[in-house]
């Protein structure tokens, strides 16, 4: 029991333990430190850098060991610590401790200049090899790693909109991009300590050996200058090559970690794996070194004992090859016969996505990014602006191609039935409007139906002087999907999507959500609410002030239709906006009275809602009435509502709703004082 409970403490005050540990090596810096304890933190150096470069090595990615950057500068500052602890008494005592003296001694054979020699190898390795090395690829990693962002990004938002990953997914690897980035502009400044490092390595080595001697002639009264040379220059030897042997460690793990790319298992794995997986390359290795055997001159035992070594490998690589393709082979069968006898798991068959947008093989460059293809990217863009001006986060769109499709057409569809569908010409423009003859293919524009041609890229700029609107085919589905999602609003919201909106509202208004829901209105009385708003293009990003609203009026009605009146009103300033023009001026048509009278005298209410019995003659002269005078007022070029009292509003849209779709129907209470409103005409039953 005192053991894990022990480690447990150990584990719960970690950061103490490593903030007491770094303020340590700064004190070891100053305070004098006993030789014995010195040669335990000079193992525990040595025990560290070999830690750390086990941990690179086993890693499979970069980022699971993130933490190197820091790591390498404290170990850079302990190591630093020690070198001054260990100069402090090599020139005070001429004995700096066991380790010290036994490097000295048994490494390099007590021999003062072979050790020198030794160290001065180790520290050009370590400077100009392996640390210019990965200080360099360090420096190209951070700046690909930065260049690529961008890219990578896209990519995110591209495989995020076409259904391949989820947002959760997608706001992970966001997260590892930016981390990535981090950690290897870190890199990029902490290989210059361990530069840093080998640089004061020598100049430490030179200080120690001048210095000692210094000591040991003038204060110590040694003896001759040989032996003072000669002990001195052992201790300082010593001492570089104890600290020397870390650096080298945390040197080699700082060039392994930064030149791990594409790595799917730990380092030695990888090797094994990629260097020696081909049977072929060890055999003809194997061939080359016994034929070099065979040669006069040159050693026989070395070559052909290693060829043989080889050829032994590449036999056997062949045999264990040979029985795993017999193993899977094996496994294949057995599971495509157990597929044969499994019974069909037909409920992924029943998924459905919200959104579909189905492409002909011959539109398919548009979605290819290698051949120039911006229609992802423009899709993110959309559900972007959906979110912005009609306040609902739009589903992924699942785009697949359709081999059933003429190879310029596509489909739209909402939860797997077909609603839009066009026609594109890759490689030419859609010309509408303008005066003049035009030579082009008829056709008709896809989101509004307005006569249109197709044109080749010669024709368009005397398409642009004749007046006409000429548009490249990306922009042309790209316009479609727009008007597509805005038209089906009110089915693409579906309950969860009410659920998470009101989840998300109730993080920054708690008040506003919990009065209304569940206490006054159930999820799906809100969602019909909130469907009869979008069904109208009235925008429901201020969620606050429907809340408000609905929890202002919910007491008294629980009609979704009644209180869709009342939302509305509150919304009166968004819906003036939609609808005004440049000068803040209103354009209308009235109703006449009669027509108000007879639609109020006409709506029926039962359990399944409220309707409108009127005599089909009589609504087609009044629908027949406003399509006329639509027709009349065209020339002006201005959005035009119809502008009705409270009581009939919802009655006279259900009335037009089938011929005119696009007209707003408004009511008097919807309109702001400071909106200045011009008839442009009365919609008069006599007339009819």
Not at 64 to 78: K, Q
Not at 560 to 582: G, N, W
Request: glycine share 8%; hydrophobic share 45%; aromatic share 6%.
């Amino acid at each position: 029991m005192p053991a894990p409970f022990l480690q447990r403490n150990l584990m719960r005050h970690t950061d103490i333990i490593v903030a007491l540990g770094i303020v340590g090596i700064v004190v070891m810096m100053i305070v004098p430190l006993h030789p014995s304890l010195l040669d335990i933190l000079l193992v525990f150096n040595i025990t560290c850098s070999l830690i750390i470069l086990l941990v690179t090595m086993y890693n499979k990615e970069p980022l699971d060991f993130s933490v190197f950057p820091s790591l390498l500068l404290v170990m850079t500052l302990y190591r630093l610590a020690l070198n001054i602890s260990s100069t402090r008494l090599i020139l005070l005592h001429a004995y700096a401790g066991e380790v010290i003296n036994q490097f000295g001694e048994f490494v390099v054979g007590g021999n003062a200049f072979v050790g020198f020699i030794i160290f001065l190898i180790l520290v050009i390795i370590q400077f100009i090899v392996i640390t210019k090395g990965a200080e360099r690829v360090a420096e190209v990693a951070a700046r690909f790693t930065l260049d690529a962002m961008p890219g990578k990004q896209m990519s995110i938002d591209a495989d995020l909109n076409a259904g391949l990953i989820t947002e959760d997914e997608a706001r992970e690897r966001r997260s590892k991009i930016q981390r990535e980035a981090d950690f290897y502009g870190a890199m990029d400044g902490a290989t210059k300590f361990v530069k840093g490092d080998a640089i004061a390595s020598i100049v430490i080595t030179l200080i120690n050996i001048l210095g000692g001697m210094a000591v040991g002639l003038l204060q110590q009264k040694m003896g001759s200058i040989g032996e003072v040379a000669q002990r001195y220059t052992l201790l300082t030897v010593g001492d570089g090559l104890v600290s020397q042997i870390p650096a080298l460690l945390l040197s080699t793990s700082t060039g392994i970690i930064v030149t791990r790319a594409a790595s799917e298992e730990n380092l030695g794995i990888d090797i094994t794996e990629q260097v020696f997986s081909q049977p072929k390359v060890l055999a003809i290795a194997s061939s080359v070194l016994i034929f070099f055997g065979l040669v006069p001159g040159l050693p026989k035992g070395p070559f052909i004992s290693l060829g043989l070594v080889m050829g032994f490998l590449a036999y056997s690589l062949y045999k264990t090859e040979t029985a795993l393709d017999r193993e899977i082979i094996q496994s294949v069968e057995q599971e495509e016969a157990g597929e044969m006898r499994k019974p069909e798991n037909v409920y992924s068959l029943l998924q459905i996505d919200p959104i579909e947008l189905e492409m002909g093989y011959g539109l398919i460059p548009l979605v290819d990014t290698e051949q120039g293809g911006d229609l992802l990217e423009r899709v993110i863009m959309i559900r972007r602006q959906c979110a912005l001006e009609l306040g609902i986060v739009i589903p992924p769109i699942r785009i697949r191609d359709n081999m059933q499709l003429s190879p310029n057409n596509y489909v739209l569809k909402l939860r797997g039935v077909p609603l839009a569908q066009g026609e594109i010409m890759l490689n030419q423009y859609l010309a509408m409007g303008g005066e003049g003859e035009l030579s082009g293919i008829p056709t008709k524009e896809p989101a509004f139906g307005l006569p249109a041609k197709w044109i080749g890229a010669s024709l368009r700029e005397q398409a642009e002087m004749f007046g006409y609107t000429v548009v490249d085919p990306p922009s042309v589905l790209a316009t479609h999907i727009t008007e597509f999602l805005k038209n089906n609003a009110a089915d693409i919201l579906s309950r969860q999507d009410v659920k998470s909106l009101l989840d998300n509202l109730k993080k920054e208004y708690p008040a506003v959500v919990e009065e209304v829901v569940p206490n006054l209105l159930s999820l799906a009385e809100i969602h019909k609410v909130l469907s009869n708003l979008l069904q109208e293009r009235v925008p429901i990003r201020d969620l606050v002030s429907i809340m408000e609203a609905l929890g202002d009026w919910a007491p008294l009605t629980k009609d979704p239709e009644l209180l869709t009146e009342y939302v509305r009103q509150k919304l009166a300033r968004q819906i003036a906006q939609l609808y005004k023009d440049e000068e803040g001026k209103l354009y209308c048509f009235t109703v006449e009275p009669q027509i108000e009278k007879l639609i109020g005298e006409s709506a029926q209410t039962n359990e399944q809602g409220t309707y409108l019995v009127i005599e089909p003659s009589i609504a087609q002269a009044i629908v027949k009435e406003l399509t006329a005078l639509l027709e009349k007022r065209s020339f002006m070029g201005k959005q035009f509502v119809i502008l009705v009292s409270p009581v009939i509003r919802r009655y006279f849209r259900k009335l037009i709703e089938r011929v005119l779709p696009g007209v707003p129907v408004i009511s008097y209470n919807e309109i702001p004082p400071q909106i200045e409103i011009e008839s442009v005409g009365m919609v008069k039953l006599s007339a009819s």
